[in-house]
């Protein structure tokens, strides 16, 4: 079966499911397919000011309580101390492709180390520079040269990959990130996303149901 993630990298609920993420990753009957929607890129961003980071803090809490992910005191101290920080995942979405259009197969370690950077190390995700450091140090160099200076290519991939998920969003009636869509021989259809957060074990059952497969 092939699995699209519909997802956006400044989504706390998306760190929220990596566990998840890198469980399917594994797998050797889910053909994973990463879908970054751009919700909160360019447009969907906005500046961090006290009552957004605010709002963000909040939201991170619960999810550090339903999903057990780390939300570091340097983070804390990214969106509420950091002088004119942006809340865009425009970078670190371009970032992503690069790594599609260079190592395909290894975006989800891609995002993982981007949301580490950030929900953990506190870095700034928002940035070009910081995400092309990011990458480089986590093995993606050929990815993350190009990150200073997108060229025509890498651009139009990356609103090519963005049209695409939002399509999809669109044709399943996706109002936010996390999705899942799952195609198979039977078509395709939206899974609902709270499999994400549950144990293994419900998850690898509702993909089963979802193929068709016996549980």
């Known amino acids: 079966m092939q699995l699209t993630y519909l997802f956006d990298p400044l989504c706390g609920w998306c760190y929220g499911a990596a566990p998840a993420l890198a469980w399917i990753a594994r797998s050797e009957t889910v053909s994973l397919q990463l879908a970054p929607t751009g919700l ?17 803090w909040q939201n991170d ?6 999903t ?15 002088p004119g920080v942006a809340f865009d995942s425009a970078a670190a ?20 180390a981007l949301q580490h950077a950030r929900y953990v190390e506190g870095r700034d995700t928002a940035d070009r520079a910081v995400v092309a450091d990011v990458l480089a140090r986590a093995g993606f ?8 200076e997108p060229d025509a290519a ?15 969003m669109a044709r399943f009636g996706a109002r936010g990130v996390p999705t899942l869509v799952l195609a ?3 078509g395709a ?27």
């Open 184 to 186: 198979d021989e039977r």
């Open 141 to 148: 160099a050929e990815a993350a040269a190009p990150l200073a």
């Open 40 to 56: 909160f890129a360019g447009d969907g961003g906005q500046p961090m000011d006290a009552a957004f980071a605010e709002y963000v």
């Open 154 to 168: 890498l651009r139009a991939a990356n609103r090519a990959r963005i049209e695409d998920a939002t399509r999809m």
């Open 68 to 82: 057990g992910q780390p939300f570091s005191d340097a983070y804390h101290a990214l969106i509420f101390g950091t």
């Open 93 to 112: 979405t371009l970032g992503l492709v690069a790594i599609g259009s260079t190592q395909a197969g290894r975006e989800v370690e891609g995002l993982s």
């Open 189 to 215: 259809r939206r899974l609902p996303g709270g499999i994400l957060f549950g144990d293994r074990d419900r998850l690898a059952a509702e993909l089963r149901a979802g193929s068709g497969e016996t549980p």
């Open 61 to 66: 809490q619960r999810i550090r309580l339903q």
